[in-house]
């Protein structure tokens, strides 16, 4: 079965930059893009972007284009989404998520994140 | 950016009640819409796709409809697991779009 597993909590200094993970298994990595989504606290929901496993190409939402970057490593099959120059803004839980067909089908667990010095 | 306004913001009923979501886009997305659970502490679950088709697994007491710009989620019998928060998303255009969440709880 497919399965999404998110690396755990993390908690960074503003200014710093943050790597989370998602290692993927139960299906082939290659054939699916990787989505990223953000929860503010007790929030809705906001769509990153996407990584195309197999091409590294990636596309993202303009609001986070300056803050986040997509990469994968397939000989682990793993997603990575890095944040940059942290704020408090950026305290949220972020959660990778695979499409079946054009819906999300699959979370990660996700991964709180909190920016506090 | 397709705008999605999602109604109400939240929403107590009893056991056994039917209940209503409500979900508009700024722009027709011509059915291209899902909902999805989420209970504390977890990840969004996927309930309803394509607007009206439910996902495997997902109770049949739970049901989309809409079309154009408005979109609808019902709870038919409402039981006691199905407090949580709802969420409506669009996906006929990037950068995809979630409504800001109905938060359903038990009068």
């Known amino acids: 079965q497919v399965n999404l597993l998110q690396s755990g909590a993390a908690l960074v200094k503003p200014g710093a930059s943050v790597k989370l993970s998602c290692k993927a298994s139960g299906y082939t990595f290659t054939d699916y893009y990787i989505h990223w989504v953000k929860q503010s606290h007790g929030k809705s929901l906001e769509w990153i972007g996407y990584i195309n496993p197999n091409s590294g190409y990636t596309n993202y939402n303009e609001k986070f284009k300056s803050k986040a970057t997509l990469t994968v490593d397939k000989s682990t099959n793993t997603a990575y989404m890095e944040l940059s120059r942290l704020t408090s803004e950026d305290s949220a839980t972020y959660y990778c998520?695979?499409?079946?067909?054009?819906?999300?089908?699959?979370w990660g667990q996700g991964t709180l994140v909190t920016v506090s010095s | 950016d397709i705008q999605m306004t999602q109604s109400p913001a939240s929403l107590s009923a009893s056991l056994g009640e039917t209940v209503t979501i409500e979900c508009r886009a700024s722009e027709d997305i011509y059915n291209g819409l899902a909902w999805y659970q989420q209970k504390p502490g977890k990840s969004p679950q996927l309930l309803i796709y394509?607007?009206?088709s439910l996902h495997t697994g997902v109770p049949s007491r739970f049901s989309g409809s809409g079309s154009g710009t408005q979109y609808s989620l019902k709870i038919n019998s409402l039981q006691s697991e199905d407090v949580a928060s709802y969420f409506c998303q669009q996906y006929y255009n990037y950068p995809y779009t979630f409504g800001a969440g109905t938060k359903l709880e038990l009068k």
């Open positions: 998520t695979r499409l079946w067909v054009y819906w999300f089908a699959y």
């Open positions: 394509n607007a009206n």
